[in-house]
């Protein structure tokens, strides 16, 4: 599958910041395009249009709303009293939604110079909060998009990590990295893996991935004299451990959920169900 970029922007109208930035990035065919449309339908029923056909070369930019029942980091403690929280449900936690199609391996490098563009940015309009990555669980036992997708979270897990150890070694260091969401969707099919296994197979492919890099890095310096950068490997351990998300977590202080999910859940449920516990990770961002 081609890679595709989402770039989804949240922000908030009143008391957070005024801009909290998503990145929603995954392997084509994922579901990132339908999740936009969901969350989008969802925040205006009454417009009820359906942006579904995705065949469009332009860029799309939509604005939805978190649910107001979705409790945020910052108001997780409030009580059901508190003004505020009335506050909130007419005046929603807000994203910015923005599909930006490519052509072929295009997509992938537009993600990515994305999300560096916007991981190293101090300007707080385009700061980064997390990123949702998507895959097709279902679509993870062919090995070639098995291969495809955990390529590319690779590479966006370490340039998280770049920024991360870079951080620490500057004076500035702030306290809180950029938590990565695999959202595991299309758990409504039976042939889907459960979200345990997507982890597993993730982490087994980013370890295969992770040895053949360090090998290369290896025979690349090999009487060169120059030593192997520890941080050019994920996990920061020089690739002796089996990787694991654990691990990353552990050494670097990146946090990868896999959470599962379906944008096109049951048509019996509530409309956008299946994407509730997405959006509860993108209320504790933020
Ligand atoms: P993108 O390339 O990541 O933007 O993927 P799309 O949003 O275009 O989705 C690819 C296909 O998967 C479309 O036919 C969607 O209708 C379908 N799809 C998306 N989410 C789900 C889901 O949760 N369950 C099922 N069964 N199909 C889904």
Redesign the pocket.
Known sequence: GVP?L?HVIFYRSAAAPPSSNFLLL??????????TSLLEAKSSPASKKSH?T?TSQSSTLVTVGLPPDVPTASNRYRSVNDPSLKETSRNPVRYRVQDTPGHGKLRASQGISQLQAMSHSNDAKIKLRGVLF?V?TAALVDETTLRDSATYLHDVLLILQKRALNKGKSSAKVATEVPVLVAA?????FTALPPGSVREKLEAEIDRIRKSKTKGLLDASAGSGVETEDDEVLGNDGGLERFSFKLLEEEVGIKVDVVG?????DPNEELGS?VRRWEEWVGLCL
């Open positions: 595709v989402l995954g392997s084509s065919g994922a579901g990132k395009t339908a999740f579904l995705h998507m097709d969707n299309k758990q409504d099919l999910g379906a944008v096109k859940g299946g």
